[in-house]
C-alpha cells in the first residue's frame, strides 16, 4: 500500500470523527465540512514522516483548522438562519455508527461548546 493511499484509507476511518470535533467547535455543518476538506488538504501535503497516533494528528489539524475558522467569523460576524443552529445535536447532522463514536459526541460535545465563548473572548 503506498503512502498516499494509507493516509486516505485512515483520513477516511477518522472522518466522522473530524467531523464531531470540527462542528463542536464551529456549529454549522456546512462550516464542520469545510474544516474537515481543509485538514484533508492539508494531512494530503504530509512529507512521508512516520506518523505515531493518526486519529491524534488529524484531530490536531481539525482542531487547528476549526480554531482559525472561529477567529476569521469573530472578525466578520454572521447572523445564523435557523437551519444552522448551533445547538442543534451532531446526531441531527450524521447518525452515528458506533458505541465509541457516540461516546465521543457525548464526552467531547459539551467540553467543546464552552472553546467558541473562550476564543471570542480573546479577540
Known amino acids: 500500500m ?7 484509507e485512515r483520513f477516511e476511518r477518522h472522518r466522522f ?3 464531531s470535533v470540527a462542528y463542536r467547535i464551529l456549529g454549522p455543518a456546512p462550516d464542520a465540512e469545510d474544516a474537515v476538506q481543509e485538514t484533508w488538504l492539508r494531512a494530503s501535503r504530509h512529507t512521508g ?6 486519529p491524534a494528528w488529524l484531530t490536531t489539524i481539525v482542531a487547528r483548522v476549526s ?6 467569523r469573530a472578525a466578520r460576524p454572521e447572523t445564523l438562519t435557523p437551519s444552522d443552529d448551533p445547538n ?3 446526531a ?4 452515528l455508527r458506533t458505541p465509541e463514536e457516540q461516546a465521543v459526541a457525548e464526552s467531547v460535545g459539551p467540553a467543546m461548546l464552552v472553546v467558541p465563548r473562550a ?4 479577540s
Open 119 to 122: 476564543v471570542a473572548g480573546l
Open 49 to 54: 514522516e512516520e506518523i505515531e497516533n493518526p
Open 92 to 95: 441531527a447532522v450524521l447518525p
Open 67 to 72: 480554531l482559525s475558522m472561529l477567529r476569521a
Open 17 to 19: 470523527q473530524l467531523h
Open 88 to 90: 442543534e445535536p451532531v
Open 2 to 8: 503506498s503512502e498516499s493511499d494509507w493516509l486516505t
